[in-house]
């Protein structure tokens, strides 16, 4: 089985509903048949991703995330990062310096490693542009990404390095989506997600952050069971977000299935009551779904 559960739904600035991160649980037998699942992936982990882990971690059948009256950062397993912004990594410094400081082996001076995985281009500049201010030094010693993480580097050229796989039965990989360009598309790494499950070749299709980007990922959207795509509600020239008025465009048995994430915090003032008549719905924070059987 694998459960999906978004720690936030909300955009960058949101305040009500934390930011869109994602903890992907895969599990042998499931909730409530046992404690915890088997894998856990974090996608992504913004600013307010401790907040919304620590929130998550109050709620019946999420137990396993506590130790004490703290987060249990141990019980993530991996983190993947889609790309740079702040929402995206920002609560990756605390996950780190907690791992080292909290879990880790204190008589042989080694922290307790997660796995992060992204492409290469993002993982060689995370550690420089993003962490290395506040991570770089422990007592009595610099050090780099590789002291906190164990680092997994997808070649999304390479067909045996594009991928990795949850319980050996759920295979994840990244396509680049449209989010900013500096020059031309793509040029700027951001990456969706497309879960696979192997056994009955269901799919799962997250879009990540991006630009309206249809003719590029149709086929995996028209395939999937479930979509999450990102959304703005409002109208702008040049966005980085898909506009929900272009997302109305798409196939009506696409929009069926598709749960729209990252919107601002005026989604319930009144004007996209309809959403739920034309998509799956808006997303909700903390709704563990059930992805795969």
Known sequence: MLTWTFLGVGSAFAKRNFQSNVLVEAWSQGPGRQEAPDDTLLIDF???GPLALYALMQRPGFEYLRTGGAINYPAIRRVLVTHQHADHIGGLEEMALVNAYTFGDRRRGRPFKPQIISSISILMNLWDHSL????NAMAGRYVLLQDYFFI???NLSEPDRN??????RYDVSLFPTDHIQIER????PSYGVRIVDGQTGRSLFFSGDSRFDYPAYATMMEQADVCFHDV??????NPVHALLTELRTLPREVRAKTWL???GDNWDSGPFDDVPQHFAGFAEPARRYTIFE
């Open 261 to 263: 994430y990252h919107y």
């Open 163 to 168: 991928h990795f796989t949850m319980l050996k």
């Open 185 to 188: 598309k793509y040029d700027w």
């Open 232 to 237: 703005q509600l409002f109208d702008q020239p």
């Open 46 to 48: 913004g600013t307010t």
């Open 132 to 135: 290395k201010g506040g991570l």
């Open 152 to 154: 997994l580097a997808l």
